[in-house]
């Protein structure tokens, strides 16, 4: 069984939310290819965890529980092959894969007590939407451009790409998905459309300094080829996405300046580049991640102080 210090830090958050726990099982491999775990949710136990040989699932109802159900987890292992088969090419470009651990492409697929498919929990009759998957694990694949692949109702096939947040601090990948409704879902990896190169211009280093209130400058430069720093011209990239995470692995909120949440393109500076807020957060350390189809995922540390 393989855990990296920040999955032991995920589990050590998650004991604040008081779920209903299972006992932890070694999943995967030839020997035990798949494994189940079961939790119990009710009105005052929204939250459960589902931990597994290499990753940990954690399944929220962000909208609240209306009746008491058992959620069970099964996590199976899939070959490349058979992954392949199941993609929706409309929504998942050719080259795409899982990420590999445990043995494999790990599948999460859901089944209970309450009155849906598979004795799924009904919306709005069990609970209330949206519900809020966070998945980590150990990989050592290189992430390229990830997803949280999903198959909507009772289709095998992986056709939605439900993926919020992600980032990778230490040797974990974690990613947030949102979905009204619970059916098979799995961590892919997609192939990036570009492979461009990605420099830092704010924040200038890893543990730079903030008050808690400061607004948060994030800039990079892309260029074409090269390294950092590049005298090339720099590319313009306006559907990056920002992701933010405590030291706890807990992804925060991103709260938008009057600059908008994307990325815009300084013509001046030739830099893309926004701001987010830090009123509200707690003092300590974050992590920032920057992901898009061009350039493999991006993360630096900053610290706030009060």
Not at 53 to 74: A, I, N, P
Request: charged share 20%; net charge negative.
């Amino acid at each position: 069984m393989c855990k990296s210090m920040f999955a032991l830090l995920a589990l050590t958050f998650t004991l604040f939310v008081t779920p209903s726990w299972a006992k932890p099982t070694t999943c995967g491999g030839e020997e035990q290819p798949s494994c189940t775990q079961t939790n119990t949710f009710s009105p005052g136990t929204t939250v459960g965890v589902y931990t597994f040989g290499d990753s940990t699932l954690r399944v929220e109802f962000v909208g609240g529980v209306k009746t008491t159900f058992t959620l069970t987890v099964t996590e199976a292992t899939l070959t490349d092959a058979q992954l392949t088969a199941r993609l929706d090419p409309k929504v998942f470009p050719t080259g795409t894969t899982c990420f590999h651990y445990g043995g494999g492409c790990e599948e999460y697929d859901f089944t209970g007590s309450a009155g849906g498919p598979n004795g799924v929990p009904v919306k709005n009759v069990d609970y209330g939407p949206p519900i809020k998957l966070t998945l980590s694990y150990f990989s050592s694949d290189q992430p390229n451009n990830p997803a949280f692949g999903h198959a909507p109702g009772e289709s095998t096939t992986f056709s939605e790409d439900i993926l919020t947040d992600y980032f990778k601090p230490f040797e974990d990948d974690t990613m947030d998905g949102s979905t009204p409704s619970l059916s098979s879902v799995i961590a892919l990896n997609q192939p990036l459309e570009e492979n461009d190169t990605f420099c830092w211009v704010s924040p200038a280093s890893d543990g730079q300094t903030f008050r808690v209130g400061d607004e948060v400058e994030v800039a990079f430069q892309l260029f074409a080829s090269g390294s950092c720093p590049n005298s090339g011209t720099s590319i313009r990239d306006n559907k990056a996405k920002l992701s933010l995470a405590n030291a706890s692995g807990a992804f925060q909120p991103v709260h938008s300046d009057e600059g908008g949440k994307n990325f815009h393109f300084d013509n001046h500076d030739k830099v893309n580049e926004r701001e987010f807020s830090t009123t509200g957060l707690a003092p300590g350390d974050y992590f920032i991640t920057v992901r898009s189809t061009k350039f493999s995922p991006q993360t630096r540390q900053i610290h706030l102080i009060p």
